[in-house]
C-alpha cells in the first residue's frame, strides 16, 4: 500500500505545474486525497482535499483560484494542478489519505512521499 506524489520541480514566478498523487496496493475510489505543503521551518499547511464523492472538493484560501484539484480513479491518481505559482508556494508536497476531507493533519490517516516544488527565478 502506497501513494507517491511526484511532478514537482523548479518552476518560474507565474508559471505552473502539476503534481500527481498515485496510489498503489489499493483502490482510491472510496478515500478523499489532501495536499498538505511544509516549507523549511514552517508547519505542514493542508493545501486542498478531493472527496470520494464527485463534488466534494476544498482548498485552503492561500490557493484557492490558483490550484485545482482532481482525480481520475481509472488511474488511480489524483492530480493537483498548480497555476500563477509564486515564491511562496515553494515547499514539499505531500498527499494523505482520508476517509473524509478535513483541514488539519489529524484527518488524515496515510501519507505518501512528498515532492519538491520549488519558485523561483
Known amino acids: 500500500v502506497q501513494l507517491q506524489a511526484s511532478g514537482g520541480g523548479l518552476v518560474q514566478p507565474g508559471g505552473s505545474q502539476r503534481l500527481s498523487c498515485a496510489a498503489s496496493g489499493f483502490a482510491l475510489d472510496d478515500y478523499g486525497i489532501g495536499w498538505f505543503r511544509q516549507a523549511p521551518g514552517k508547519e505542514r499547511e493542508w493545501v486542498s482535499c478531493?472527496?470520494?464523492?464527485?463534488?466534494?472538493?476544498y482548498y485552503a484560501d492561500s490557493v484557492k483560484g490558483r490550484f485545482t484539484i482532481s482525480r481520475d480513479n481509472a488511474k488511480n491518481t489524483v492530480y493537483l494542478q498548480m497555476r500563477s505559482l509564486e515564491p511562496e508556494d515553494t515547499a514539499v508536497y505531500l498527499c494523505a489519505l482520508t476517509g473524509s476531507c478535513g483541514n488539519s493533519s489529524g484527518a488524515y490517516g496515510f501519507w505518501g512521499q512528498g515532492t519538491q516544488v520549488t519558485v523561483s527565478s
Open positions: 478531493i472527496g470520494s464523492v464527485p463534488g466534494l472538493i
